[in-house]
């Protein structure tokens, strides 16, 4: 009897493990190398020419494809891209693999001939790709203040000079400047005690204002991001930073910037920057 309870109880407890469900775990390991890799950065050829518009394809490769072009960022494994420089031009791709670990490699293509690259781009950066602009006291007898939006082009009411642009913005005064790059379309400000920091930026021009008359007042616009133009703030707003400015003169050798407060309509308080290449 006693036999028989043990042989019971042994085979409800087979029966019990029976029903539980066995879970196996296995850790994702492994990825692919930059070695093997198999991309492509292509120059699409127009007029038999390398032109800036390239073809990317890293079809094929097992992980997440992401293209870093200079200007932008592209994220797929097959697309079309267009790039602000001509000669050499650094296309650089990261792969993240299933196991979370990631991989890089540069391509570098030849461009020889541009294709609808806004104007804008060479304007702000030069011809290199790499453009200086400081503080123009020489075209008017202050470099920053405010006036009337849609009215002045320059500030036209509290005007101040470049000898005081540091009790308003440490470091930001004579002597400073700001770099715009089109490689990772960066904005770098330079600080007059030699430090910098750095940001990007982006423009839309069309963004275009007319004033009363129906004439252009402001040409387009320029955004920042992570860093300012020199003295960018809004002292009617506590000194906050100004991101956003309305683009009233951009050629090669002056640049006049414009910032409304929020809300006001014509000849309402504005602020402006003037600036010249270094």
Known sequence: ?????????????????????????????????????????????????NSNYIDLNSDGNACLSSWDFGVGLFVGTKGTVKVMMKGPNDIIFTGLNADGTKITKTLTVQVDALYDVEPEWALFCGATGEKTWEWDNVTGPGVWGNGGFKGCAAPCWWVVSLGDINGQAPGEGAGASMTFTIAGARLIKNFNDGTTVQGSFTFDMSKIILDDGGNVWAKGKLNTKNVTVLCGKSPNEGGAPVNSYDILKLTENNMVLSYPEPGVGSWGTAWFWMFKKK
Do not use: H
């Open 1 to 49: 009897m006693k036999k028989s309870l043990i042989l019971a109880i042994f085979a409800v407890f087979v029966l019990l493990s029976a029903c539980q469900p066995v879970e196996i775990r296995q850790e994702l390991k492994g990825g692919i190398t930059e070695s093997e890799l198999n991309i492509s950065a292509v120059p699409q050829i127009r007029d038999g020419k």
